[in-house]
């Protein structure tokens, strides 16, 4: 799939969605998959459990690993439509898949998660800590006790949890794989809680990567710029949203698909010699982090 195939801003229409948005009601649809791209077994035989698997870039990371012959234990909190469909998707490439649903800022549905992926698949290989949730604030001030617990809950305290749940089920040779943002780099005005949990997800990878080594136990994140995915539509004003991604140097938003490579890449033994790191997909920001 060439860049010229992805929309556009001018392509983007204004449009909200109650919290958190659904993929099925986007318009235009993200693009997810790249029917062209094969698999070549890089995952075969493994098991990956991928929170917010449902839709956005958790969605193509689903299909990508499935084309790699790998078992997805999707886990998603409300869009049964959306995680119908990944499911759908993944299963088309022979992939098997397993569909968990609940909260993930509780410790002890983590626990379940791992308990329903050993019972089903026997292990785990690959963790990715994708689920987040975003809020717009214009004021430090606007931001309530609420808010400020639910997002750290969503977006940190369940990469503890859930990584804890799964840490004594994986062997020699397992990944952990985090999505940070851009903003725990860069900042951003309106996203003061999400930018200081993103920033907390940064130095969780790069401290438990350091814990985790003697074990070979590998440990990276992949830090998304502005990615067209359910948390735009249900966050932006529908003003704002024909403006997104055009900030960027390559001034347009970036599909789900075009970070999926990536999470393959830091699942598979290509990268056997990279852990605490960070991959930069967002269309073109110098971050130098």
Known sequence: MQEKDMYTPDELKPQQQPVPGKESRMDPQPI???PEKKGSGRLKSKTAIITGGDSGIGRAISVAYAKEGCNVVIVYNIADNDADETKKAAESYGGK???????????????????????????????????????????LEDITDEQLLRTFKTNIFSMFYLTRAALPHMKEGSVIINTSSVTAFKGNQNLIDYSASKGAVTAFTRSLSQNL?????????????????????????????????????????????????????????????????????????????
């Open 32 to 34: 997810y998959d790249d």
């Open 97 to 139: 898949v397993l569909l968990i649903k609940g909260d993930i800022g509780d410790s002890s549905f983590c626990n379940q998660v791992v308990e329903r992926t050993i019972q089903e698949f026997g292990g785990i290989d690959i963790l990715v800590n994708n689920a987040a949730e975003q809020h717009m604030q214009k004021s």
């Open 213 to 289: 080594a003697g074990r070979k136990i590998r440990v990276n994140q992949v830090a998304p710029g502005p990615i067209w995915t359910p948390l735009i539509v249900s966050t932006l004003e529908p003003a704002a949203i024909q403006n997104f991604g055009k900030d960027t140097p390559m001034q347009r938003p970036g599909q789900p698909v075009e970070l999926a490579e990536a999470y393959v890449y830091l699942a598979s033994s290509d990268s056997s010699y990279m852990t605490g790191q960070t991959i930069h997909i967002n269309g073109g920001t110098i971050i130098n982090g």
